[in-house]
T-cell receptor, first 114, second 113 residues
């Protein structure tokens, strides 16, 4: 099925460990995004990429890095995980143009840092 | 600064009754407005959007939303609620010149059988 694929779905890390969350979309969308979702906080933008080769910080970028590997893939890296990064992470993509102005979301990665 | 407010953390409605989930926004420029729904352990699913034109927008699963420019609101409505409508609902806004969408904090909708 066309859409946004995130891996892994679940992950438990120890404090200080590193990991990369993977995201890929097959809709030929230019823009890709990483959000985190925490209870009572809604979705907060971590980083986004408006096009291949570009990335920009969102609302809560500290402790994260991203790579827009190609048009399809946008990865999120935690270099040294902290308990405050326990969250559900969503990747999203968006096409261009008025009729394609909404997001398509992946199913999420539930990350626990102990 | 752009912002979206969902003033209710939770809304309870009896099955068969009409429902409203409130959303207000603050942006400079013309807004694009969205509603998304999230079922347990799932990603967000698009419900409907307002870009321009008719202030009443119809979307998926019988939902609709009314854009009110003077009140800067975009409330989600449904004439007759179903138990299966129970979920977390997010309002979101995008300004045309900006490539980002800002989400509200979400409203949990409980439909009581």
């Amino acid at each position: 099925n066309a859409g946004v694929t995130q891996t892994p779905k679940f992950q438990v890390l120890k404090t200080g460990q590193s990991m990369t969350l993977q995201c890929a979309q097959d809709m030929n969308h230019n823009s890709m995004y990483w959000y985190r979702q925490d209870p009572g906080m809604g979705l907060r933008l971590i980083y986004y990429s408006a096009s291949e080769g570009t990335t920009d910080k969102g609302e809560v970028p500290n402790g994260y890095n991203v790579s827009r590997l190609n048009k399809r893939e946008f990865s999120l890296r935690l270099e040294s995980a902290a308990p405050s990064q326990t969250s559900v992470y969503f990747c999203a993509s968006k096409g261009t143009g008025v009729l394609l102005s909404g997001y398509t979301f992946g199913s999420g990665t539930r990350l626990t840092v102990v | 600064a752009q912002s979206v407010a969902q003033p209710e953390d939770q809304v309870n409605v009896a099955e068969g009754n009409p429902l409203t989930v409130k959303c207000t926004y603050s942006v400079s420029g013309n807004p694009y407005l969205f509603w998304y729904v999230q079922y347990p352990n799932r990603g967000l699913q698009f419900l409907l959007k307002y870009i321009t034109g008719d202030n009443l927008v119809k979307g998926s699963y019988g939902f609709e939303a009314e854009f009110n420019k003077s009140q800067t609101s975009f409330h989600l409505k449904k004439p007759s609620a179903l138990v299966s409508d129970s979920a977390l609902y997010f309002c979101a806004v995008r300004v045309l010149r900006d490539d980002k969408i800002i989400f509200g904090k979400g409203t949990r909708l409980h439909i009581l059988p």
